[in-house]
């Protein structure tokens, strides 16, 4: 790995509580950037990306010309940076964004898995979701299940095989949801499964289906599939989540496992944070993300 690229995006127009618009801020405030340096790589902060500041909505899909205008923006820049070799890091933002980053990832590749760590599934349809907060329908969206318009910026969206996409830590989707992920053929590894299996065979799982015959993994890794007691700064709470050290387990295997392609940190909130605590978490697991060992 040659260069880091950090992509900031401030986007909360997917969710349904503000704030997490700032979480790009609260990431770099904990130090990132500099943690990249001393890992001996060369990190380039290409800054943020802004949404446009009022756009057309409906009940079924909020604020989803927001979502589409920056979704493509996102787009273009993950695909700049792959295209140059580096290695693109996306800091959100709600989740909504991981359409733009992981359809630069899909077309550039070709063929990619994904690993979704969250807990909620997030592949909802307009037709399906009861809120219609788009930072629960990215997921769907990248596997040509979801609103096109997510995905859709006149580049020919390539969808990645559901064969080769994951979930992990879910223990809040809805019934819908459900069913659709089920229909579809995603692997889900609920809460339960990791109490069950342990996070060593989830993840080494998880690895082997998303690389199966794939150029490699988009990682997309939401903040609150760590419990709250250790991620508090988050909008969509859900007790019970990740153990600090399930969620670092999973992040150091990914690294040592040499597949991931591309990496998006999502959800992290400082408007309901308490002293940047999840903000450093997440720096903390961008760190190990690049090989930042504990010893």
Not at 19 to 25: H, S
Not at 166 to 178: F, G, M, P, S, T
Not at 186 to 210: H, L, N, Q, Y
Request: glycine share 10%; charged share 25%.
């Amino acid at each position: 790995m040659k260069r880091v690229d950090l992509i900031g995006v401030q986007m909360d127009m997917g969710a349904g509580t503000r704030g997490v618009n700032m979480g790009p801020a609260a990431i770099r405030y904990a130090g990132v950037v500099d943690g990249i340096r001393k890992l001996g790589m060369e990190c380039r902060d290409k800054g943020d990306l802004i949404p446009m500041a009022e756009g057309k909505t409906c009940d079924s899909m909020r604020c989803y010309e927001q979502v589409h205008d920056i979704n493509e923006k996102l787009y273009h820049e993950v695909t700049k940076t792959l295209e140059e070799g580096a290695f693109p890091i996306v800091l959100g933002g709600d989740h909504s964004i991981a359409a733009g980053s992981i359809s630069a990832t899909a077309k550039h590749y070709k063929n990619i898995g994904i690993i979704w760590v969250d807990a909620h599934g997030d592949w909802n349809d307009p037709e399906s979701s009861p809120s219609g907060n788009m930072h629960g329908m990215p997921f769907s969206a990248v596997c040509g299940a979801g609103p096109d318009i997510m995905v859709d910026f006149g580049q020919e969206p390539v969808f990645a095989d559901t064969k080769n996409c994951v979930q992990i830590a879910a223990r809040d989707v809805d019934e819908l949801e459900r069913i659709r992920m089920k229909e579809h053929g995603v692997t889900v590894f609920s809460i339960a499964d990791i109490d069950r299996m342990g996070m060593p065979a989830v993840i080494d799982e998880a690895i082997k289906i998303a690389s199966d015959g794939t150029e490699g993994i988009h990682v997309s890794f939401d903040i609150d599939s760590i419990t709250p007691e250790s991620a508090p700064g988050t909008g969509t709470i859900v007790h019970s989540g990740l153990t600090l050290r399930e969620a670092f387990y999973l992040v150091e295997t990914l690294y040592t496992s040499g597949k991931v392609l591309a990496f998006d940190m999502v959800e992290v909130n400082p408007m309901l944070d308490i002293k940047n605590k999840t903000g450093e978490l997440a720096m903390e697991l961008i760190l190990s993300m690049l090989g930042k060992v504990v010893y």
